[in-house]
């Protein structure tokens, strides 16, 4: 024999040919008295519950168990089915007696001689009687009332005349009537020109041209985008509500926060200019801010005063967003500290997962507008005392202490993609990824 040669198993079996070994059966008795119950846990583990002849119990795994008390677990297990075979029988029974009985089927005979009132002897008048009885009620069962199921189980009779009579009709359900306004389509291009194309409820783009008469309220079909008559406000026919009468006049719309706040946020006068009433106001759709067209370069924040000589006004007023909005958007940010620069108001923002190197000054309405939890917080940790009492940054805050984690480009880990960095005096809580 070689040490590279092979076999096959008959070949083996031949050479070497297997021991049979004859295990005689074991003799002594176990020392279980019973099995009192089986536990299956979440993995599909079988345990019997054992008690012992000296009256103890234990749960014992069936893998343990099985082999020395084969013939005590095939009779519990036998035991089991034949108790689970007897409860699925009891169920079938009470089924059975609750289900509909059957009809008698009573067959005309094909006979020239037959006639009604021949009875034969096996079926009696008053068992006729009885029969027609039974089945004109199950027949008036029938037509009133259907039987269905629910979830649980529970059987219900529901009344099939009750969906003819009422279709429509729900618990708690009202039937809301359809509330229509004739509204004029705007043909002047300068009232278009200084108007949203987006609505400012669902901020979806929309067509303002549609028919006149146009269906209000969530139900009816989207028709058209409506104008307001003070400020650049848009809005679809389906987002206003139905019950809208005080936002129409002589088929114009006066949207809810001209309606509330109707004061420009820089000369703080009435947004409608009466010296000049086809003159539309300016309205952000996030902030909900107003301004002539005349203030909104000078509403801009100081830190933002670099945009304002290229602000191109029909492209804001188009898309209804102010320039601070349209620069943070949402993010949300925490004030640090407080000015007054041209007697108004602005606040130093730390924006969220952005360091301490990249704050900017805004106005305070901006944040009344747009961060309004920022701004009621900031007044109140302000009772207590300044955050930076210099309206400075520390210096420390901008330079980086540690970095926790790189994230590289590719593979290769030559050019890093992003860091996680730590700053001086700031806790591991302030940790943010910077981007180089």
Same mark, same amino acid.
């Given at each position: 024999?070689?040490?590279?040669?092979?076999?096959?198993?008959?070949?083996?079996?031949?050479?070497?040919?297997?021991?049979?070994?004859?295990?005689? #059966?074991?003799?002594?008795?176990?020392?279980?008295?019973?099995?009192?119950?089986?536990?299956?846990?979440?993995?599909?583990?079988?345990?019997?519950? =054992?008690?012992?002849?000296?009256?103890?119990?234990?749960?014992?795994?069936?893998?343990?168990?099985?082999?020395?008390? !084969?013939?005590?677990?095939?009779?519990?297990?036998?035991?089991?089915?034949? /108790?689970?075979?007897?409860?699925?029988?009891?169920?079938?029974?009470?089924?059975?007696?609750?289900?509909?009985?059957?009809?008698?089927?009573?067959?005309?005979?094909d006979h020239d001689d037959f006639s009604p009132s021949i009875s034969s002897p096996?079926?009696?008048?008053?068992?006729?009687?009885?029969?027609?009885?039974?089945?004109?009620?199950?027949?008036?069962?029938?037509?009133?009332?259907?039987?269905?199921?629910?979830?649980?189980?529970?059987?219900?009779?529901?009344?099939?005349?009750?969906?003819?009579?009422?279709?429509?009709?729900?618990?708690?359900?009202?039937?809301?009537?359809?509330?229509?306004?004739?509204?004029?389509? #705007?043909? &002047?291009? &300068?009232?278009?020109?200084?108007?949203?194309?987006?609505?400012?409820?669902? +901020?979806?783009?929309?067509?303002?041209?549609?028919?006149?008469?146009? %269906?209000?309220?969530?139900?009816?079909? /989207?028709? /058209?985008?409506?104008?307001?008559?003070?400020?650049?406000?848009?809005?679809? +026919?389906?987002?206003?509500?139905?019950?809208?009468?005080?936002?129409?006049?002589?088929?114009?719309?006066?949207?809810?926060?001209?309606?509330?706040?109707?004061?420009?946020?820089?000369?703080?006068?009435?947004?409608?200019?009466?010296?000049?009433?086809?003159?539309?106001?300016?309205?952000?759709?996030?902030?909900?801010?107003?301004?002539?067209?005349?203030?909104?370069?000078?509403?801009?924040?100081?830190?933002?005063?670099?945009? =304002?000589?290229?602000?191109?006004? &029909?492209?804001?007023?188009?898309?209804?967003?102010?320039?601070?909005?349209?620069?943070?958007?949402?993010?949300?940010?925490? *004030?640090?500290?407080?000015? !007054?620069?041209?007697?108004?108001?602005?606040?130093?923002?730390?924006?969220?997962? =952005?360091?301490?190197?990249?704050?900017?000054?805004?106005?305070?309405?901006?944040?009344?507008?747009?961060?309004?939890?920022?701004?009621?917080?900031?007044?109140?940790?302000?009772?207590?005392?300044? *955050?930076?009492?210099?309206?400075?940054? %520390?210096?420390?805050?901008? *330079?980086?202490?540690?970095?926790?984690?790189?994230?590289?480009?590719? +593979?290769? !880990?030559?050019? %890093? !993609?992003?860091?996680?960095?730590?700053?001086?005096?700031?806790?591991?809580?302030?940790?943010?990824?910077?981007?180089?």
């Amino acid at each position: 024999m070689t040490a590279n040669q092979t076999f096959t198993r008959k070949e083996l079996e031949e050479r070497f040919p297997p021991i049979q070994v004859k295990l005689q #059966p074991w003799r002594f008795p176990t020392s279980v008295k019973c099995i009192k119950g089986k536990l299956t846990s979440l993995t599909g583990q079988v345990i019997y519950i =054992v008690e012992f002849q000296g009256g103890q119990v234990r749960q014992i795994s069936s893998k343990n168990f099985y082999g020395a008390n !084969k013939k005590i677990v095939e009779e519990f297990e036998l035991l089991q089915f034949r /108790r689970h075979d007897s409860d699925v029988k009891k169920r079938l029974k009470v089924f059975q007696s609750e289900a509909k009985p059957q009809k008698r089927v009573r067959f005309q005979l094909d006979h020239d001689d037959f006639s009604p009132s021949i009875s034969s002897p096996n079926y009696s008048s008053e068992e006729k009687e009885e029969d027609s009885e039974e089945e004109d009620s199950e027949e008036e069962e029938e037509e009133i009332t259907d039987r269905s199921l629910l979830r649980s189980g529970r059987k219900v009779k529901r009344s099939q005349s009750f969906e003819s009579e009422f279709p429509t009709a729900k618990l708690g359900q009202s039937k809301k009537k359809e509330y229509t306004v004739r509204v004029p389509v #705007p043909t &002047d291009e &300068d009232v278009i020109k200084h108007h949203s194309i987006y609505c400012y409820r669902c +901020n979806q783009r929309g067509n303002y041209d549609g028919p006149l008469d146009v %269906p209000l309220g969530a139900e009816p079909k /989207r028709c /058209r985008l409506l104008f307001c008559k003070s400020c650049s406000y848009s809005i679809h +026919n389906n987002c206003l509500p139905s019950s809208t009468n005080s936002y129409f006049n002589a088929g114009e719309m006066t949207c809810v926060k001209c309606q509330r706040n109707n004061d420009c946020i820089e000369c703080k006068k009435n947004i409608e200019d009466k010296s000049n009433p086809k003159e539309i106001s300016f309205r952000c759709n996030f902030c909900y801010r107003g301004f002539h067209e005349k203030c909104i370069k000078k509403g801009v924040s100081s830190s933002l005063a670099y945009k =304002v000589d290229d602000l191109n006004l &029909d492209r804001l007023y188009k898309s209804g967003t102010c320039v601070e909005c349209e620069t943070f958007g949402e993010t949300p940010g925490t *004030i640090l500290a407080e000015r !007054k620069i041209n007697d108004k108001t602005e606040f130093l923002i730390k924006w969220k997962n =952005v360091s301490y190197r990249h704050t900017n000054w805004v106005t305070e309405s901006w944040m009344q507008g747009a961060q309004s939890s920022a701004h009621r917080a900031y007044l109140k940790k302000s009772k207590n005392g300044p *955050i930076l009492p210099k309206n400075e940054i %520390p210096v420390e805050w901008t *330079i980086v202490d540690r970095i926790l984690s790189v994230e590289w480009e590719n +593979n290769q !880990k030559i050019k %890093p !993609k992003r860091i996680l960095a730590v700053f001086k005096d700031t806790s591991y809580e302030d940790g943010i990824y910077m981007y180089i």
